[in-house]
């Protein structure tokens, strides 16, 4: 669903009304932020891709954010690569200053963010710094074993797509953005979605939150 256009292309017709309802021109000025957390491989990416095309937000994946940085061979590349080849998250400040410039640079002003905050000091960030409040917080809950079989068999030649790397990320996940989630659930933002089924079905749960997102959107 576009909101840019107003024009509805998604399948359900009761949640695109409601949607343009609260995306037309009148309340265009306001932002509203999904964050998506969950373990490396839950399929955050792939989710965020199909939020952003049938749901209408911009899609930022804090990943993906880095990766170009580390491309472009700027000062701060050399030192992401190791970062994420260690599977350790960069300081703050890094990826704050890259989400910062994307979400100025970007005309659509409703965020999907994939894989941020993941850490006490990144959400400390998000909310002094980039301002931002969610208005919800999705929850990819997958096991470890299916997570590390989608990452060993996803072949985009990312260099943390190895078992050594795999087990660090997973720790990282459960020591330092578990703490995270549990902040936002306990403000009642959370919403945990089933993300060991077929890719599909995760997103007809996503759908069927999206209803319970756009409550919170009213409310908010
Ligand atoms: N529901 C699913 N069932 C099976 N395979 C999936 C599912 N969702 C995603 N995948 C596949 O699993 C791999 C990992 O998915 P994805 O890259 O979206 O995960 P991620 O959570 O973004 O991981 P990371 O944190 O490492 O960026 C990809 O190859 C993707 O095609
Ligand atoms: O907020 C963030 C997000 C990511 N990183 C680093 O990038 C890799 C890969 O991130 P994915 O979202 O899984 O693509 C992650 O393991 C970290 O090394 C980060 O530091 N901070
Ligand atoms: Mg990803």
């Avoid at 929850?139 to 072949?155: A, G, H, K, P, Q």
């Avoid at 985009?156 to 989630?181: A, C, F, M």
Wanted: charged fraction near 25%; aromatic fraction near 6%; hydrophobic fraction near 35%.
């Amino acid at each position: 669903m576009g909101s840019t256009s107003n024009k509805c292309v998604c399948d359900s017709n009761l949640i695109c009304f409601i949607y343009l309802q609260n995306s037309g021109e009148v309340s265009s000025n306001q932002s509203k932020v999904v964050y998506v957390l969950g373990g490396p491989g839950s399929g955050k990416s792939t989710q965020c891709s199909k939020i952003a095309k049938h749901l209408g937000f911009r899609h930022l994946s804090a990943g993906d954010l880095l990766e170009a940085e580390a491309e472009s061979g700027s000062n701060d590349g050399k030192m992401i690569r190791e970062y994420k080849k260690e599977g350790k998250l960069v300081p703050s400040e890094i990826i704050v200053k890259l989400l910062q410039k994307a979400m100025q640079e970007s005309q659509n002003k409703n965020f999907v963010i994939d894989g941020f905050p993941r850490n006490e000091e990144n959400l400390s960030a998000a909310e002094n710094i980039l301002k931002i409040e969610p208005n919800a917080v999705l929850v990819f809950d997958c096991s470890e074993e299916e997570m590390t079989r989608r990452i060993l068999s996803r072949n985009q030649g990312r260099v943390d797509d190895k078992i050594d790397t795999i087990k660090k990320r997973l720790n990282v996940y459960s020591e330092s953005t578990l703490p995270v989630i549990n902040y936002y659930s306990s403000k009642g933002k959370v919403r945990k979605i089933d993300a060991g089924r077929p890719i599909e079905e995760v997103f007809d749960e996503i759908k069927d939150s999206a209803a319970w997102v756009i409550v919170w959107l009213f409310i908010l």
